[in-house]
């Protein structure tokens, strides 16, 4: 079985032009995350959906940031306009869905974002 | 605000020794993740648990919900083993889930 897919795997832009990272879950998994990862500040949750609705987005740092998941099979993370300080690597990962934060996630190979 | 807490920050150790990793955490939870990265970036996910100890191969993981402390423990530790290793809880309300800075660990042969 195939794994998390993200795409792309990297990703090189210049400040202020939009960027959208794609996912696509674990058949049969019904929710989604979205990571990102810095040197500075880790591992951090931006959204959670759960059965295609955001439960969770606290996390999202600003308005530039948004997420869609617009089926079982598919969600994009768009930033617009991108920034320096956007530049991470960004992680999706999926579980079954059926206990929100208590089961086991599986994790995509992420993409790592670079903003000149 | 759930404070996660890891150490020690970096690990280097000799092939075989026996590895210790600790996490704390500070307020009440419902479940501990241990994770892996490697270092090529990957993530896979070792351990969920919620009480007690879980066992794969050479790892064992142990949670003390009383203590709000768990600990990752490697066997007979390898080189493949070097990574980070990162924990990470839900808070008891199964809201947003906060991770360690993660344990650098570095296995020599």
């Known amino acids: 079985d195939a794994g998390v897919i993200q795409s792309p795997r990297h990703e090189v832009t210049e400040m202020g032009q939009e960027v959208t990272l794609r996912c696509k879950p674990i058949s049969g998994h019904n929710s989604l995350f979205w990571y990102r990862q810095t040197m500075m500040r880790g591992l951090e949750l931006l959204i959670y959906f759960n059965n295609n609705v955001p439960i969770d987005d606290s996390g999202m740092p600003e308005d530039r940031f948004s997420a869609k998941m617009p089926n079982a099979s598919f969600s994009t993370l768009k930033i617009q306009p991108s920034e320096p300080r956007d530049s991470a690597v960004y992680f999706c990962?999926?579980?079954?869905?059926?206990?929100?934060?208590?089961?086991?996630?599986?994790f995509g190979p992420g993409t790592r974002l670079l903003v000149l | 605000k759930n404070e996660v807490e890891q150490s020690p920050q970096n690990l280097t150790a000799q092939e075989g020794e026996f590895i210790t990793i600790n996490c704390s955490y500070s307020?009440?939870?419902?479940?501990l993740h241990w994770l892996q990265q490697h270092p090529g970036g990957g993530i896979v996910s070792l351990f969920m648990l919620s009480s007690g100890k879980k066992k794969h191969g050479r790892l064992i993981a142990t949670i003390n919900i009383q203590e709000k402390h768990s600990s990752l423990h490697i066997t007979a530790s390898h080189p493949r083993d070097s990574a980070v290793y990162i924990c990470a809880t839900p808070n008891f309300g199964n809201e947003k889930l906060t991770f360690g800075t993660g344990t650098r660990l570095t296995i020599i042969p």
């Open positions: 990962a999926s579980s079954l869905g059926t206990g929100g934060y208590q089961e086991t996630q599986y």
């Open positions: 307020v009440g939870i419902s479940a």
